[in-house]
């Protein structure tokens, strides 16, 4: 799928929410990564090659210190994180309708 593509995908998606919550949220979401994406334009994560990963064997355990290392946990920025969360945007929803959207 080219860039082109998944745009027109995107807005058909969008055009199709129902939900405010949703949509609130991914404004959120969008306003965020835009401003990010505007502190560090030419910031591209690295790329690896799939089928180079595929072929290294899958270990028979793995330890909970490598694992955090691995995918990049870090308590001290998910408080931060927790802690800039705007709840608002959740005000007056039905949790339990939330929770069995499709949209989850």
């Known amino acids: 799928m080219n860039i ?5 995908k ?10 405010e919550t949703i949509l609130k949220q991914l404004l959120a979401f969008l306003t965020r990564f835009q401003q ?3 502190r560090e334009p ?4 690295p790329q690896k090659d799939n089928l ?18 691995e995918q990049g946990y ?13 709840r608002s945007i959740w005000e007056g929803e039905d949790f339990d309708q939330l ?6």
Request: glycine share 0%; charged share 20%.
């Open 52 to 69: 180079l990963i595929a072929l290294i064997p899958t270990p028979a355990s793995i330890s909970l210190e490598v694992l955090k290392s």
């Open 99 to 104: 929770l069995h959207s499709n949209y989850c």
């Open 10 to 19: 995107i807005i058909q998606l969008v055009a199709e929410l129902q939900s």
């Open 36 to 38: 990010k994406s505007a």
């Open 42 to 45: 030419n910031k591209q994560p």
């Open 74 to 86: 870090n308590m001290k920025k998910l408080n931060q994180t927790y802690a800039r969360l705007d």
């Open 4 to 8: 082109e593509t998944a745009k027109i």
